[in-house]
């Protein structure tokens, strides 16, 4: 069962422009989410995190956006640098400190 | 200290041979997780530790998977008799125990896999 689910395979922008990742999730007790982000070869590198009692978590260029209603986060990252280029999977963690990761998305930042 | 650590980080194997691989997770982190992770999917769930007790195995932990944390620190995931479909890369992920938020888990590079 896919409880955190990240339709869009991939997602190509230009420099300096924005990156907008979406993930859904099906699991009403998730009250905690992450974004990891990952280059080839090597293990997810945590990146950001929201709680559920709160609806945005910004971090620099990285910003988290958490809709609870439509059981819906996105990360937003502006302005997007080609070394943003990368896999970024979304993940969330219920009462049982369970972690679910999505199948990722594939961002390419073009100089 | 360095993050968490995991060798080898590739191997190459037969089918039907046994494989291991170790995990040294942060030092003060008493929660040890294994996922599993193949092409174009998430990191998907095995096992994890707290201190040196299995607290939870996934149904994707077949009975040719057995892991250990003898003493609380370092693990172990032996495949035995390997099977093509093992080929995968194989993450171990640490964190501190505890629903506070920002108990983040943190991943090692990861270990390849393949059965040939």
Known sequence: ????????????????????????????????????KKYPAEGPTFLISISSIKDKNEDGRFTV??????????????????????????????????????????????? | DTGVSQNPRHKITKRGQNVTFRCDPISEHNRLYWYRQTLGQGPEFLTYFQNEAQLEKSRLLSDRFSAERPKGSFSTLEIQRTEQGDSAMYLCASSLAGRVFGNTIYFGEGSWLTVV
């Open chain 1, 1 to 36: 069962d896919q409880q955190v689910k990240q339709n869009s395979p991939s997602l190509s922008v230009q420099e300096g422009r924005i990156s907008i990742l979406n993930c859904d999730y099906t699991n009403s007790m998730f009250d905690y989410f992450l974004w990891y």
């Open chain 1, 65 to 111: 956006f958490l809709n609870k209603s439509a059981k819906h986060l996105s990360l937003h990252i502006v302005p997007s640098q080609p070394g943003d280029s990368a896999v970024y999977f979304c993940a969330a963690r219920d009462f049982n400190n369970d972690m679910r990761f999505g199948a990722g998305t594939r961002l390419t930042v073009k100089p």
